[in-house]
């Protein structure tokens, strides 16, 4: 992780003055390797919540808004929060279901008070959903028990009435309204021992975290962290698709997702363009589409063998752009023993069919910074990310956006509400079209004309019904 000296979690008699007085500075040293997992699994946060408190381990989700946890017992999680238990918990008594990519659950929104061992100094009364139900969530083997929505209040659940997590915070502790996140899981195996580090640095930025200059992209929609992505490059060479393809139909910046996932358009294109690039002649397709994975003798790194990835975002100034690049150590993925003499490695890109997502393969190259204050996103070079000593990560800039479409977003987006409501008033027509057909059907054939033989007969049912005359 970050080069910072660890302090006392809660940051000692400096970290009161800090929560109590919003003039005093946060002390973010105290959350440096506040976190842990890794990139197959995802990075979590522990958190004491209840009174008395009750410690669990929290996924950090940069992708959704709900602050959840489990609340019954379930086989694949080791704790989970008793809500009897805890003096301070009030039921809300509203039910809330929340879909992912993978997975879902069904809860009952109730507050609590939270405290952040390796965080903010200080108690806080948020909103907490208690899962009571879930398919596909809850994962063999991970290490958390909840998760955290850090995403904007547009996605909470049951509406954006429910305040999010970290908007409770920056109210009630009155921190800057911004926070960053290093996730340090760079070459290492992959669902490993889940000790990797990473730090939550919540209102602001941490200087040991990062080296050289942060680059800003604007946050194009407040909902998910939605930024505009101008261009791909495989190996240098420019992939060449229409710039909207790589917005289809958003572009979000996500750390609740494992893998980089690209539009299945520009999925093919990247596969297409390592496949020609890669040193490597014959590789069975189920390896691109991760069914499938490719091994080594443990002595050789076939890291040499692939091409490097760049992404290029539009900067604060629109005229100009900057590109993340990550180098085949981020996305050529070791796996945990499989074989005796063999490495086996895992393509940690995937395609998708509703968004380009910037997840854990491509964030364990960066420091991201979520200026929620100033609408963007930041991307700084981690000095975590290294394998063997050399860098796997890079940012240049500034580069020209003369190339490409001065909006690479398509303006038409669903979830808009004008959208929403004009697609239910279509609906609805349809459905008082259809009840009018069905009461025509159902009136008694009496009604209806009866045929006579100078009826000229020309359609199907109309055969049918002259035959059975």
């Not at 003039?23 to 522990?46: C, I």
């Not at 240049?396 to 509400?417: K, R």
């Not at 025509?440 to 000229?456: E, G």
Request: with cysteine.
């Amino acid at each position: 992780g970050g080069s910072a000296p660890q302090q006392d979690p809660a940051g000692g008699a400096d970290g009161l003055a800090l929560a109590s007085d919003p003039g005093g500075t946060l002390n973010f040293l105290a959350m440096v390797e506040n976190l842990q997992g890794d990139s197959g699994r995802g990075y979590y946060l522990e958190m004491l919540i209840g009174t008395p408190p009750q410690a669990l381990n929290i996924l950090v989700d940069t992708g959704s808004s709900n602050f959840a946890v489990a609340g019954v017992p379930d086989p694949d999680v080791t704790s989970y929060f008793d809500a009897e238990l805890s003096s301070t918990y009030r039921s809300e008594g509203i039910e809330v279901t929340v879909k992912y990519s993978q997975g879902s659950w069904t809860g009952v929104l109730g507050t609590d008070v939270i405290t952040m061992p390796k965080g903010i100094y200080g108690s806080y009364t948020i909103n907490i959903a208690t899962i009571l139900e879930s398919e596909n969530f809850f994962l063999p083997g991970v290490k958390w028990h909840g998760i955290l929505g850090l995403a904007y209040d547009a996605l909470a659940k049951p509406s954006s009435s429910v305040e999010t997590f970290f908007d409770s915070l920056v109210r009630q502790a009155k921190i800057p309204n911004i926070f960053s996140l290093q996730m340090c899981g760079a070459g290492l195996p992959v669902s490993g021992s889940g000790t990797n580090g990473g730090s939550l640095v919540l209102g602001g930025i941490e200087p040991s975290l990062y080296t050289g200059d942060i680059w800003y992209t604007p946050i194009k929609e407040e909902w998910y962290y939605q930024v505009e992505i101008l261009k791909l490059e495989v190996g240098g060479q420019n992939l060449q698709l229409d710039c909207r393809e790589y917005n289809a139909d958003k572009a979000i910046v996500d750390s609740g997702t494992t893998l980089l996932r690209l539009p299945e358009k520009v999925f093919s294109a990247v596969v297409q363009a390592i496949a020609r690039t890669s040193l490597i002649q014959e590789f069975s397709s189920g390896f691109w589409t991760g069914s499938q994975l490719a091994c080594w003798d443990k002595t050789e790194r076939p890291w040499a063998l692939f091409p490097k990835l760049s992404i290029y975002l539009r900067d604060e100034n629109s005229s100009r752009s900057f590109r993340i690049s990550i180098l085949p150590q981020l996305y050529i993925q070791p796996i945990l023993g499989i074989g005796e003499n063999l490495q086996c490695y895992r393509f940690g890109i995937s395609s998708s069919t509703n968004a380009l997502v910037i997840g854990a393969t491509v964030m364990e190259g960066f420091y991201v910074i979520f200026d929620r204050a100033q609408r963007r996103v930041g991307f700084a070079v981690s000095p975590c990310a290294e394998v063997d000593g050399s860098p796997v990560s890079e940012i240049e800039g500034p580069f020209t956006t003369a190339d490409v479409a001065s909006n690479c977003v398509s303006s038409v987006s669903f979830h808009e509400p004008v959208l929403w409501i004009a697609s239910y008033a279509l609906m609805s027509l349809c459905g008082v079209i259809l009840l009018v057909l069905i009461i025509l059907l159902l009136i008694p054939p009496r009604c209806q004309h009866r045929y006579t033989d100078n009826d000229v007969v020309n359609d199907e049912s109309s055969l049918v019904r002259h035959r059975w005359k």
